[in-house]
């Protein structure tokens, strides 16, 4: 049994988050959603504090939690300084003359370079020295502390003992931007240091590659790349739409378009990977058949069609939907009912299973992880499920020699339907009735 500790150290910046450090934030917390349909237990670290950040995930359908349940973290500090005292990799920093004076909230100085060559540690970079141990490290890693130790009093779910190597309890893995894997494995070390064990050792690195921003006129923040988007979508909807898009009624599809656009934008490339974020280009998230506007303009297209069917059902025009062991699925002749049953279908389980797998690493402390995987597999849902609603016509004429064949493909589409609603949940997207 286990549980996954998520930690994303891009939460503990004072100043204002960017795009480069949504990128983890919204990783963990799809992985999170990932992980918990598997049944793994999840926690996520640190705890929200900063107002500006809250209302940025508030907007973005980020599900993080704003309260760490840390009454101890002064109790965790102070032990923590006393294993700072006792371990020979510590040193006091005296100050030689001639030298800069060090910030006040300096504890002490670590030598990491040595612990890493005596624990015979790969991985790591190699000019990882001297560490000076502030009093807001040691915060992190009590936070740290206590949600390991939460995750150890709590009832996990039985979990396959594949998920989680190295025999420990609780797997931490640190999501954090290329620019900050660095202070990352200070901090890792450091932990490992002041609290040999289990967990400490099974800390894993999942780092996101950077996010390049084109044509800024000056450092974009993530609140500002949430408007611009916005606008972009507004417009490109009253463009499609019309007034019907000025409609208050539009204001939660808007807003909705606009997370899918982001979320496809920063998810559905590989992790490791660099990401270009073309902020004049509007087409990511309106036009094209890869967005996340896209995706979701095919789950609307679903909800009407069941829509329509219901209430010509209402009015006498057909039958109800009999249930599935009264069907005829020979009547499914389209290659691309086959085509929507054995590529998303039957496979989708599979899909959720891989994209929450976390591999151990086969050498040193990085990880990847395949969380491109739903967004890829929903891109494609849609492009195969737009091709074959665009050539077949579901709701025939109101024949009965015809209903055999508009029942079993309503039922087809039923699951297709399903199969989109349970993939957006893991992106905490609703599913959209109209657009």
């Given at each position: 049994a286990g549980w996954v500790l998520l930690h994303c150290p891009a939460l503990r910046r004072p100043a204002a988050l960017r795009p480069c450090h949504l990128r983890p934030l919204l990783l963990a917390d799809h992985l999170a959603q990932l992980l918990r349909a598997q049944g793994v237990g999840v926690r996520l670290v640190p705890a929200l504090a900063e107002e500006g950040s809250r209302q940025v995930l508030r907007q973005l359908r980020v599900d993080w939690p704003s309260d760490s349940g840390g009454s101890a973290l002064p109790d965790t500090v102070s032990a923590l300084k006393r294993a700072l005292g006792r371990s020979p990799c510590a040193a006091a920093c005296e100050q030689g003359p001639g030298t800069a004076p060090l910030p006040e909230d300096v504890v002490c100085k670590v030598h990491l370079k040595s612990f890493v060559e005596q624990q015979g540690l790969v991985g790591y970079d190699p000019n990882l020295d001297m560490l000076l141990v502030t009093e807001g490290k040691l915060?992190?890693?009590?936070?740290?502390?206590?949600?390991?130790?939460?995750?150890?009093?709590?009832?996990?779910?039985?979990?396959?003992?594949?998920?989680?190597?190295?025999?420990?309890?609780?797997?931490?893995?640190?999501?954090?931007?290329?620019?900050?894997?660095?202070?990352?494995?200070?901090?890792?070390?450091?932990?490992?240091?002041?609290?040999?064990?289990?967990?400490?050792?099974?800390?894993?690195?999942?780092?996101?590659?950077?996010?390049?921003?084109?044509?800024?006129?000056?450092?974009?923040?993530?609140?500002?790349?949430?408007?611009?988007?916005?606008?972009?979508?507004?417009?490109?909807?009253?463009?499609?739409?019309?007034?019907?898009?000025?409609?208050?009624?539009?204001?939660?599809?808007?807003?909705?378009?606009?997370?899918a656009a982001i979320r496809f934008e920063m998810l559905s490339t590989a992790h490791r990977s660099q990401i270009t974020l073309d902020l004049e280009d509007s087409s990511i998230s309106t036009k094209g058949t890869k967005s996340g506007a896209f995706v979701m303009y095919n789950c609307a297209r679903l909800a009407t069609l069941f829509d329509t069917y219901q209430r010509a059902v209402e009015r006498g025009t057909y039958p109800p939907l009999p249930p599935a062991s009264e069907l005829n699925f020979s009547c499914l002749r389209e290659e691309g009912e086959w085509l929507l049953l054995f590529n998303y279908l039957l496979p989708f389980p599979e899909v959720l299973q891989q994209a929450a797998q976390l591999p151990a690493p086969t050498k040193g402390i990085r990880i990847t992880a395949n969380t491109e995987t739903v967004c890829k597999f929903l891109i494609q849902l849609s492009m195969d499920f737009s091709s074959y609603y665009n050539r077949v016509h579901v709701l025939g004429e109101p024949f009965p020699h015809l209903f055999d064949q508009m029942f079993a493909r309503l039922r087809l589409l039923g699951a297709v339907r399903d199969v989109f609603h349970s993939a957006l949940a893991t992106l905490h997207l609703p599913p959209l009735s109209q657009i």
């Open positions: 915060r992190s890693l009590a936070e740290l502390q206590q949600a390991v130790l939460q995750c150890t009093v709590s009832n996990p779910a039985a979990l396959p003992a594949s998920r989680f190597p190295d025999g420990s309890c609780c797997s931490i893995v640190h999501v954090v931007s290329c620019e900050e894997e660095f202070q990352q494995q200070q901090l890792d070390l450091l932990w490992r240091i002041l609290d040999p064990g289990a967990h400490t050792a099974s800390q894993k690195h999942l780092v996101c590659g950077p996010v390049k921003v084109t044509n800024p006129s000056s450092p974009i923040g993530a609140d500002q790349y949430f408007q611009l988007r916005k606008r972009q979508m507004y417009e490109a909807s009253v463009m499609k739409y019309g007034e019907l898009a000025q409609d208050e009624a539009w204001t939660e599809v808007i807003d909705t378009l606009t997370v």
